[in-house]
């Protein structure tokens, strides 16, 4: 028997005090980076995007892998590379925790619309009021005081 599965998963983080250190001229190679980490652990990327101060990723989770152990991994990974290549100056880290909320197949397109258009969102909505509404709308409770 073969194991099937699909697991996907949009996972959400922002930089150290949701400073905002990611140039946008810097994202597309960045987000390259991150998806060969995500190869590296047998996941599928699908989209990858963000805006200054944060990053967004759709991506299956293969079973041999621990979500929180692969976001570990990304956070690990992509610092030493920033900090390596010097293509965010300014970037400090990244916060601690992140997001990650489970989606259907037949919500894949719109999600993935969605991390294309966050420079959009961003001109009217801060990565906290964003992090905030998925929260929200995942049933999550939160402290708001621990969001930075």
Known sequence: MTTYTQILYHIVFG???HYGSLDLEGHETFCGYVA???KHNKCM???LGGFIDHIHILTELHPSA???GLVKDIKLASSAWIKNEN???SFSGW???YGAFTCSWSVKDDVEDYIARQQEHHLHKSFKEEYI???QR???EFDENRLG
């Open 15 to 17: 930089t150290r005090g």
């Open 36 to 38: 060969g980490i995500l």
């Open 45 to 47: 990327p699908y989209k």
């Open 66 to 68: 621990s979500l929180a």
């Open 87 to 89: 293509i965010f100056p």
């Open 95 to 97: 916060q601690e925790g």
């Open 133 to 135: 509404s998925f929260l």
């Open 138 to 140: 995942a049933g999550i």
